[in-house]
């Protein structure tokens, strides 16, 4: 099996998961995101959007940095989409999320 580059960025934020999720998203421009379950992540539940075939997902951080960093946010390829993202488009993804939430969550 091929692994495909995951990029993982953690901030701060004041407010509940929900409202941080909402305004988290909206600092991006997207305004569709999906509230899932999963028994992998520290609250159960996580937040995720879909574009370009890659998934940008929120979660409680519970990984790395978890003294410093309420929150994490996966960037990864959507194997659900059938489509082939280059490693090097993820990172660069990566690189525009930073930008938006640096201009954008104030």
């Known amino acids: 099996m091929e692994y495909t580059r995951t990029e993982i960025l953690f901030f701060n934020l004041d407010g509940s998961f929900e409202e941080v999720a909402k305004r988290f998203y909206a600092s991006l421009g997207i305004s569709d995101f999906d509230e ?5 992540c520290l609250s159960g539940i996580y937040y995720a ?4 075939g890659i998934s940008i997902r929120l979660e409680q951080n519970c ?10 946010v996966f960037i990864t390829e959507n194997v659900l989409a059938c489509l082939t993202v280059p ?3 993820i990172a660069q993804i990566a690189q525009c999320v930073i930008q938006m ?3 954008n969550l104030v």
Request: one cysteine or more; glycine letters at 0%.
């Open 36 to 40: 899932r379950d999963s028994a992998n």
């Open 49 to 52: 959007s879909y574009i370009f």
């Open 63 to 72: 990984y790395d940095y978890e003294d410093q960093f309420v929150y994490c």
């Open 87 to 89: 490693d090097a488009v």
């Open 101 to 103: 939430i640096a201009a």
